[in-house]
C-alpha cells in the first residue's frame, strides 16, 4: 500500500503564469520592498564618512576628500597633477563639481578600519555621475568610474592589515559617458552641467549576496525568455521561488542554501572558469568583450584620449581577473595614444596582447566611413593600421572591423584582401528602417569578384548586455542558419567606451552554467578569438563554399543626411586628398630625379594620419558635436596648407617657383594627371583677358598660349534670354537665373527636358525641402522630405564675363530672409574638338536655415533604368525608378566626383569638387548642396559656403572622358615659373600611360621601407583592360606587383630603352593593381 495522503485540508491552487513570474521581479528590486529581499544583503559594512556634518570628527577619518581643479576646461597630464599642485580644497558628497568638459582631480585619503582585515575585499565606491579614473600614487590608472554603472575600486589586500593611511587619486571628467547632453542624449551639450557627488564610502561587500544576485538574474531571465511551452522556463519559475521563499533578509545564511538551489539549474561550477570547460563541439555563441569608442562623437578627440585608458585600464585588470575572457580592440590611433599618454600601461597591454586575451582587430587606423573618403584614403586606413599593428605587436589583423559604419562601399572586399585581410564584421545594416538585410554570415563580393566572409552578430549590437536574450538572439535571429548555426556575440558597453562589467562576465558562466545542466540555452565559449570564430566558420562551410554572397554595396537604408551635413569637413577632405595626392607625386619625383632628395617620409605620415583620424565615422559624416569641429576642420585646413608649402619647397628643389596669387602672367601651369587634360583657363588671375593654357607634348605642364582660343566662348543677351555659347554649346538663362536650354551641336540635340517630369522650370533649379526626419537630425533625412519643397525661381541673372577664353553669368537667388546664393554659371573657349567641354557652376551660399535642405536640379532628356555613381575605384549603380521597397530606399544615395546618366547614345554627368548626396530619379538628377540640421551641432553649416559643379553632357554613354573630366574639375593645377633658364621642363615628365584610357593612374609613391616607387592603377569602368605604363626619364631595376601593404605579388617584365622604363599592364574589371618599382 502506498502513502498517499489525503489533501483535502490542505489544498493546492494551480499557480497563475502571469502573476508567479511577475513576483520574481521583486528579489532583486531595489525598490518599497529591498528590506525584504537581495539588495539589503549586498554590504557587510559601508562607512560614508565623507559627508559635512562629521567634519570634525577625526578619529572617524576613513575617507578624506580634496580637490584640485584644473582652470581653463584644460586636461593636463598625470605627470603635471601628482606631486606638482596642492590639493587645497576640501570635498564632501553632495558637493556638485562642474561645469561641462572640466577636470578636477581628487586627492583620496583612506584608512581601512581595522576590524576589515580578515575580509577577501574592500572597496572604494564612488559615484558622481561623470567619467572618473584612479590612479596610484605613481602615476599608474587603475581603474574607471562612469556613474551609476561602474562604482568601484578594489582596494590593495595589503592595506586591510597595514594599518595606514593610504592615498590615491582620481581624475574626473565632467562629462558623462555619452558627452553632456542632457536627457535627448544627441541634443547639443549644455555647456553648464554640474556632477554631484553621491558616493565616496569604503565597502566590505557580501560577495555570497553578490554571486546569487546573478544566479537569480540568469534563472529568472530563463523562467521570463524561454518558449512558452519549454520544461525549462518552469523550472526555472519555480527554483526562483523557492529560492525567494528560503531567503531570510535578517539571516545571511540562508544565502548559501539559496545558491544551492540556484546550482540545480545552473550547476556546481559557475563561480569559475572551468564552467566552460563542457561540450565545447555543440558551441553556437562565441562571446567577445568590446568596447567601442567613438574616436569622437558627443565628446571631442581630447576626451576620447582619457576614453581610451579608463576603458583599457579597467578591461586589463577584468583580463587577470577572468581568465577566459577575450577583449577585442580595434583602430590603431587609439593604441598610439594610449602609448603616447601612458606608456606603462601600454607595456602592460602588450603582454596582454602576447597572452592573446587582448586581441587587436580590424587592421584600419580608424573605425573610418567607408562612404565618403576617396580610395586613396580607404588603402591608407589599412597600411597605416596593418603596420601599426605588425610593427607594435607583430600581429596581422585578418578581420576588417567595422560595426558602427554607415553603410558599406562596394571595393571594400578587394580593399581588404589586398590589405591581407579575408573578413569582415558589422552590424549596422540592422539599422536599416525600410528592408531587413536577408544575411547574418555569407560572402560579400566587390565590383571586381573579390570576397570576404561576412559575419553581422545576430543579437543586432556591439554592445549586448549577456543577458539570456542576447544568447537566445544570437542563434534565433541568425539569417543562415541553414548554412551555418554559430554567432558572435560582442559584450561591453560601448560607444562613450567602458567594455565589459564584471557582472556581465559572471552572467556568462551563469549562462554557460544553464546550457551544460539544464540545455535550452544555446552552448556559448568564452576564450575563443574572432579568427578563431571565423576559423570554425570556414570548416564548416567548406571554405564558405556553402555560403550565399551578396555582391557589390551594403548600402544602410538610414543616415542618408550624412552624404551631406557639415559640409566644410567634406569639402576641406576632399582638398586635402587631392593635395596629399599631388605632395607624394612631386616628392617621389624629385626623389627619382634629385640626387640625396630626402623624401619627407614624417611629414607626410603625419598628414596622413591627421586626414585618417578625421575620416573617423561620425567626424567626416557629420554627426558630432560643434566642439568636434571646431577641432577637425582646422586640422583639415592644416593638411592641405602643409602639403602645399611642402609642394612648394619640392617645386623650388625641381627648379620652378610656384605663383600663388599673380597679376603677371606665369609662364606654365603643373598638372599630376598623366594624360592631356586639354585647356586649363587661368581663373586666379587679376589681369584681362584670362589666360588660356594648354600641354603640348608633356602632359604634367601647360604652357601659357600666347594666341586666343580657337573656339571663343561668348556671352550676350538675345530674346530676353542671357546666352553662353561656344562652338559646342548654347545655353540659354532665364532673367531669373535658370537654365532653359542647352543645346549640343556637335550632336545635334536639346540637353534638357523640361517638359514631361516634375521641374518644368529650368535647370539649375535650387529647391529648398522640408528637412525633419524621424529621428537622428544630423545623420538622417527621410523620403517624404521629397514631398515637401519650395523651388527658388526669384534669381536676378546678369552678363559677369563675356568672353572669348571664358563666359559667364553672375545668378542672385534669395533662398530665404537670411539666406541667398549666387552663383556663376560659366562655359569656356576650346582648341581641340575633343576636349571634353562642362558648363560649370561656382557658388557662394550665406545659409542660416532651420531644418532645409538645398539640392539644385537638372531635368535631363535622358531615359535609363539606371544611373552610374563613381565610388572608390568604381562605379555603383542605382535605379532611377522606385520597382520594389530596396529601390524606394535609395532615395538618396553617395557619390564621389560625378554621376552620370546615360542611355546607348547620349548621357549627362554631373561633376562636383567636394559634394557626396545625389539621386536621379525619372528624369530628374539632383545634387545635394547644404543640409541645416541642429542635433547634436545646433549651428551644423551656419554661415558661408563655397563649392563647385559642373554638367558635363556628351555622345554616347559613360566614358573614359567622364572619369577624367571629374579628376580634372577636382585637380589643383600649380602656375609656375622656371628659377632658371637652365630648369628643364622635361624633368616633370614622368609617369605616362598608353592603351586604354579607362585605366586611371590614381597614385604615385615613394615605397614604405625601399627605395622604390609604388603606382597605382585601376580599372574605371568595368571592363578587362590594357595598357603601357612608362615612367620617363628613369632609370629602374626590377619591378613587382604587390598589395596595398606593398608586399610583393609577383615579378613584372621590364623594358628599359632611351625613353624611361616601360611595363605592360593588363587588369580585370574594377581591379586595384599596385607595382613596386626598385630604383
Ligand atoms: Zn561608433
Not at 754 to 776: C, E, H, M, W
Not at 832 to 855: G, M, P, T
Request: charged letters at 25%; aromatic letters at 12%.
Amino acid at each position: 500500500m502506498s502513502c498517499y495522503p489525503v489533501y483535502n485540508n490542505t489544498p493546492v491552487a494551480k499557480q497563475v503564469d502571469s502573476i508567479y513570474e511577475n513576483h520574481l521581479d521583486q528579489f532583486l528590486s531595489e525598490g518599497e520592498y529591498k528590506k525584504f529581499n537581495l539588495p539589503n544583503l549586498y554590504d557587510l559594512h559601508r562607512i560614508d564618512n565623507s559627508i559635512k556634518d562629521v567634519e570634525n570628527d577625526t578619529a572617524k577619518g576613513y575617507v578624506n576628500l580634496r580637490v584640485y581643479p584644473v582652470p581653463d576646461l584644460k586636461r593636463p597630464n598625470v605627470h603635471e597633477i601628482i606631486g606638482k599642485v596642492n590639493f587645497e580644497q576640501v570635498a564632501y558628497k553632495g558637493d556638485a563639481f562642474g561645469p561641462s568638459w572640466s577636470t578636477f582631480w581628487i586627492q583620496v585619503e583612506v584608512r581601512i578600519p581595522d576590524s576589515w582585515s580578515d575580509y577577501a575585499e574592500v572597496i572604494f565606491d564612488w559615484d558622481c555621475g561623470n567619467e572618473g579614473l584612479v590612479y596610484t600614487e605613481d602615476c599608474q590608472p587603475v581603474q574607471a568610474f562612469s556613474g551609476s554603472e561602474r562604482t568601484e575600486y578594489i582596494l590593495p589586500k595589503s592595506w586591510q592589515t597595514d594599518h595606514s593611511i593610504h592615498i590615491f587619486y582620481v581624475e574626473m571628467a565632467c562629462n558623462g559617458m555619452f558627452g553632456c547632453g542632457g536627457t535627448d542624449q544627441i541634443a547639443p551639450p549644455d555647456p553648464n552641467r554640474h556632477f554631484v557627488l553621491k558616493k565616496a564610502d569604503l565597502l566590505v561587500p557580501n560577495l555570497p549576496a553578490r554571486a546569487l544576485r546573478c544566479d537569480f538574474m540568469i534563472i529568472q531571465q530563463s523562467a521570463k525568455e524561454f518558449p512558452s511551452r519549454s520544461w525549462q522556463k518552469f523550472r526555472a519559475r519555480q527554483l526562483c521561488h523557492e529560492i525567494m521563499n528560503a531567503f531570510h533578509p535578517e539571516d545571511p545564511s540562508t544565502i548559501e542554501e539559496c545558491r544551492s538551489l540556484a546550482k540545480l539549474y545552473l550547476g556546481e561550477h559557475i563561480d569559475s572558469e572551468y564552467v566552460n570547460e563542457t561540450n565545447p563541439n555543440q558551441t553556437k555563441v562565441y562571446a567577445v568583450g568590446h568596447c567601442h569608442i567613438d574616436t569622437a562623437w558627443l565628446w571631442p578627440f581630447a576626451e576620447t584620449r582619457r576614453k581610451i585608458v579608463r576603458s583599457w585600464a579597467t578591461q586589463l585588470n577584468l583580463l587577470d581577473r577572468y581568465p577566459e575572457y577575450r577583449f577585442v580592440c580595434s583602430q590603431a590611433q587609439q593604441y598610439e595614444w594610449l602609448k603616447q599618454d601612458h606608456p606603462r600601461t601600454y607595456e602592460r597591454l602588450k603582454k596582454h596582447v602576447k597572452s592573446r586575451q587582448f586581441l587587436p582587430v580590424g587592421g584600419s587606423w580608424v573605425e573610418h566611413d567607408t562612404n565618403l573618403p576617396c580610395g586613396e584614403s580607404l588603402i591608407r586606413q589599412f597600411l597605416f593600421g596593418q603596420r601599426f599593428f605588425q610593427d607594435e605587436f607583430d600581429v596581422r589583423c585578418d578581420t576588417f572591423w567595422l560595426p558602427d559604419t554607415f553603410g558599406y562601399s562596394s571595393q571594400i572586399p578587394q580593399i581588404c584582401r589586398l590589405a591581407g585581410m579575408d573578413r569582415f564584421l558589422t552590424q549596422k545594416l540592422s539599422w536599416s528602417n525600410i528592408n531587413s538585410f536577408p544575411h547574418s554570415t555569407f560572402n560579400w563580393v566587390a565590383l571586381d569578384g573579390s570576397q570576404v566572409l561576412c559575419h553581422m552578430p545576430p543579437a543586432d549590437t556591439y554592445t549586448a548586455d549577456t543577458n539570456v536574450t542576447d544568447i537566445i538572439h544570437s542563434v534565433f535571429q541568425h539569417k543562415n542558419l541553414a548554412n551555418d548555426q554559430a554567432g558572435l556575440l560582442v559584450f561591453g558597453i560601448g560607444d562613450g567606451g567602458g567594455g565589459p562589467t564584471p557582472e556581465m562576465l559572471e552572467k556568462l558562466r551563469r549562462c554557460k552554467g544553464v546550457a551544460n545542466t539544464i540545455g535550452q540555452l544555446p552552448e556559448i565559449k568564452l576564450g575563443d578569438s574572432v579568427d578563431d570564430f571565423f576559423d570554425g566558420v570556414f570548416k564548416r562551410t567548406s571554405n564558405a563554399a556553402t555560403l550565399p554572397s551578396w555582391v557589390g554595396e551594403l548600402y544602410l537604408e538610414f543616415h542618408r543626411g550624412t552624404y551631406t551635413t557639415q559640409s566644410e569637413i567634406k569639402s576641406s577632405m576632399r582638398k586635402a586628398e587631392f593635395s596629399l595626392h599631388d605632395l607624394e607625386y612631386f616628392a617621389t619625383l624629385a626623389f627619382v630625379r634629385i640626387p640625396g632628395f630626402k623624401y619627407p617620409v614624417r611629414e607626410i605620415n603625419e598628414l596622413w594620419k591627421t586626414t585618417l583620424l578625421c575620416q573617423f565615422h561620425d567626424v567626416l559624416p557629420g554627426s558630432c558635436i560643434e566642439m568636434v569641429y571646431k577641432d577637425a576642420i582646422p586640422m583639415m585646413h592644416n593638411v592641405f596648407r602643409s602639403s602645399e608649402l611642402l609642394i612648394k619647397a619640392i617645386l623650388e628643389q625641381l627648379g620652378f617657383r610656384q605663383i600663388t596669387s599673380h597679376t603677371t602672367l606665369p609662364d606654365y601651369l603643373l598638372t599630376t594627371l598623366p594624360w592631356n587634360v586639354g585647356g586649363v583657363v587661368d581663373e586666379s588671375a587679376n589681369t584681362t583677358p584670362l589666360s588660356f593654357y594648354e600641354s603640348i607634348d608633356n602632359p604634367n605642364i601647360l604652357v601659357r598660349s600666347e594666341n586666343y582660343v580657337k573656339h571663343p566662348a561668348r556671352a550676350y543677351e538675345s530674346n530676353g534670354c542671357l546666352v553662353l555659347r561656344t562652338d559646342k554649346f548654347l545655353v540659354r538663362i532665364s532673367k531669373s537665373g535658370l537654365i532653359m536650354s542647352i543645346h549640343d551641336f556637335y550632336n545635334d540635340r536639346e540637353v534638357l527636358d523640361l517638359k514631361t517630369g516634375i521641374n518644368k522650370t529650368g535647370a539649375n533649379q535650387y529647391v529648398l525641402l522640408q528637412d525633419t526626419p524621424l529621428s537622428f537630425p544630423a545623420w538622417d533625412t527621410e523620403i517624404y522630405s521629397l514631398d515637401k519643397y519650395s523651388i527658388l525661381t526669384d534669381g536676378k541673372a546678369q552678363i559677369y564675363e563675356t568672353g572669348p577664353t571664358k563666359a559667364s553669368v553672375l545668378v542672385e537667388t534669395p533662398i530665404s530672409e537670411k539666406s541667398s546664393i549666387k552663383t556663376v554659371i560659366s562655359i569656356s573657349g576650346f582648341n581641340n574638338d575633343d576636349d571634353a567641354s562642362s558648363i560649370d557652376f561656382s557658388c557662394e551660399v550665406d545659409w542660416h536655415e532651420d531644418y532645409k535642405f538645398l539640392k539644385v536640379e537638372f531635368p535631363v532628356d535622358i531615359h535609363a533604368e539606371y544611373v552610374s555613381y563613381e565610388t572608390q575605384f568604381g562605379i555603383t549603380h542605382r535605379p532611377t525608378h522606385y520597382n520594389t521597397s530596396w529601390d524606394v530606399a535609395k532615395f538618396e544615395v553617395c557619390h564621389h566626383k560625378f554621376a552620370d546618366y546615360s542611355d546607348y547614345n547620349y548621357g549627362v554627368s554631373i561633376l562636383n569638387d567636394c559634394k557626396y548626396g545625389f539621386s536621379v530619379h525619372g528624369n530628374l538628377m539632383r545634387l545635394s548642396l547644404l543640409r541645416s540640421p541642429k542635433q547634436p551641432d545646433a549651428h551644423a553649416d551656419m554661415g558661408k559656403h563655397y563649392f563647385r559643379y559642373a554638367i558635363l553632357p556628351h555622345k554616347g554613354g559613360l566614358s573614359p572622358q567622364v572619369v577624367r573630366a571629374a579628376y580634372k574639375f577636382n585637380s589643383l593645377f600649380r602656375f609656375v615659373n622656371k628659377n632658371s633658364i637652365e630648369t628643364s621642363v622635361e624633368a616633370l615628365d614622368f609617369v605616362r600611360v598608353d592603351g586604354d584610357e579607362n585605366i586611371i593612374v590614381s597614385n604615385v609613391k615613394k615605397a614604405e621601407d625601399e627605395d622604390a616607387i609604388i603606382l597605382r592603377l585601376y580599372e574605371s569602368l568595368g571592363g578587362r583592360s590594357r595598357c603601357r605604363l612608362t615612367l620617363k626619364n628613369c632609370d629602374i631595376k626590377s619591378v613587382t606587383k604587390c598589395n596595398i601593404l606593398e608586399e610583393d605579388i609577383a615579378q613584372v617584365n621590364l623594358q628599359n630603352d632611351e625613353e624611361g622604363c616601360h611595363i605592360q599592364i593588363e587588369l580585370k574589371a574594377f581591379e586595384i593593381a599596385s607595382f613596386k618599382m626598385s630604383l
